[in-house]
């Protein structure tokens, strides 16, 4: 893909995330009936590690951190690092003619993926 | 100094120089292709670079080129971070990602289907939280919204198995590579499954490219 392109690319990725954010702070789905369900849950009435994401989204572009660690604290706690690694994907993508996406360690995705497991294991429990 | 040859509009390497004549030697690097070293402000022909050696052990065309080289390299993300970025954004990323990687088919194999069905996919989504804001807003249930839902499982399901298709003929026939994809992985982890073969054949060519086998 030439360098305009992935320029081009990168800034209809900018676009769409921030009208995702307006939309979901504009139509908060505790409000909002038209977010579709999640169908893990709706269908085996399991919480998968992304459940109540969206609600947690909505609560932090509200400015309210524990309603959105209440409602999906991995997802809040990945957030971070998520954000990180977009924004230095896309510095790379404007800058750099030869684009490679950024490296993280297999050692520390193992240490994420090993949180989020135990994370969608723990939610499911009958503690409360 | 290391070198980058330019083929079709696409950048290989780093070589070093010895690289650069052992691939003109073995054919996979022509003399008319171009080479730039990060020095270099104007790519030149590889000829002009390793001047020194004799023309008559070069192939000077018609040398096929490796398989390394030959075709793009399929989108290198790493697949926990595919799953990671999907679950933060609710399924959105995994879908956006169906879509780079059915770009890429399509340029590699021109007659794949899977990026139809994808898009048709993706129009599909657009029209379900269109249908499904407008009968929130009226306070109603739009009977059209499960029709489309169901419509989004079979198209991504359609495309996914396309996909599938594609990826096993292209890198049994065209790119030998050994592939064999799963039904039931594709069935239920469609692009995070692809993109781990993604990321070994990535591997794979790049261990080619730098001209050793792994242990």
Known sequence: MSHTGRIWIANVVVLATATAGYLLHRFPPATSSFYPRCPIFTWLHLYCPGCGGTRALAALLHGSLLE??????MVVLLLP?????????????????DFRWPNVSNSLLALILGCVGIFTVLRNLPLR | MNYFVIRDDQRYGPYTLADLQKYVSSGEILLTDLAQSEGMSEPLPVSQIIGT??????PV????????????DPPNLHWALVL????????????????????????????SKAL????VYAADLVLIAVFSFIAAQHHVKNPLVSFLQ?????????GRFSLRSSLEKHFNDVEPMGLLLSGVMTFFFGAIYFQYHFNDINRRKNLDRVGFQPA
């Open chain 2, 61 to 72: 065309s018609g040398a096929p080129i490796s398989i390394a080289h030959a075709y793009p």
């Open chain 2, 84 to 111: 990671l970025f999907g679950i933060i954004s609710c399924g959105l990323f995994t879908a956006a990602w169906d879509i780079v990687q059915a770009v890429w088919m399509r340029q590699v194999a021109p007659q």
């Open chain 2, 53 to 58: 050696i004799s023309v008559s052990q070069l």
């Open chain 2, 116 to 119: 139809y069905y994808y898009l």
């Open chain 2, 150 to 158: 169901l419509a989004a499982y079979i198209l991504t399901l359609i």
């Open chain 1, 68 to 73: 959105a660690m209440h409602w999906n604290a």
């Open chain 1, 81 to 97: 690092f998520a954000t990180f690694y977009f924004v230095i994907t896309y510095w790379r993508a404007i800058r750099n003619a």
